[in-house]
């Protein structure tokens, strides 16, 4: 799929993250992100000469029980597991440019993270993750061959500036009950 992508004049651009369409996007996006913490290595969707939206390859996510069915020691090679922490296409009134558009635009951001990361971090990349929120399902995901893993616990972390608790890094961080993600991941193959 990623070559269809790219024949028919598709392509992803690196960007910085003060990217200011970027940051006009996230703020359009379900979970409202003020930035991408660790690693990352965003990218411009374009096609048919327009911006369709952006795709951030960053850091995975630390505890995640049912991404360990997709690589059992997943907790020794968290640096080789790119996580796809923000992902945001725009239609509009706007038809795709082509049939499938989106399982492309992920079939072509595995092909390009794959390689690039390596180049960036000096990690070889083992697999992909994602994180999806109700109500939206990860249709596009599967699409694309990936596979369900199953539900995080639905713990969030927020930092706050009341001192309830206090972490080892002096701030303050207050667990509560947050929403419960589909767990959504790939074996790279390069």
């Known amino acids: 799929m990623s070559e269809r992508f790219t024949q028919r004049g598709g392509r992803l651009e690196e960007i910085n993250h003060t990217d200011p369409l970027l940051r ?3 703020s359009r996006h379900y979970s409202k992100p003020r930035g991408f913490v660790g690693r990352r290595i965003i990218y411009r969707v374009v096609a048919a000469g327009q911006v369709w939206g952006f795709t951030v390859a960053g850091s995975t996510t630390l ?3 049912p991404a360990k069915k997709l690589l059992v ?3 020794r090679l968290l640096k080789r597991i790119p996580n796809n922490t923000f992902f945001r296409l725009e239609r509009g009134e706007r038809k795709y440019p082509w049939r499938n558009f989106v399982p492309s635009v992920i079939d072509a951001w595995e092909r390009h993270v794959f390689a690039r990361w390596r180049e960036k971090y000096g990690d070889e990349v083992l697999a992909y993750e994602t994180l999806v929120a109700p109500p939206r399902t990860g249709e596009c995901y599967l ?3 990936w ?3 199953g539900w995080t616990q639905g713990w969030e972390a927020k ?5 309830e608790t206090r972490d080892s890094y002096g701030g303050t961080r207050v667990w509560r009950r ?3 993600k589909r767990v959504f991941g790939k074996l790279a193959s390069g």
Do not use: A, V
């Not at 930092?159 to 001192?163: E, G, H, V």
């Open 24 to 26: 006009e996007f996230m």
């Open 63 to 65: 505890h995640c029980r």
């Open 73 to 75: 020691f997943r907790d």
């Open 143 to 145: 699409r694309c061959g």
């Open 147 to 149: 596979r369900f893993l």
């Open 159 to 163: 930092r706050t500036r009341r001192t």
């Open 178 to 180: 947050g929403p419960r």
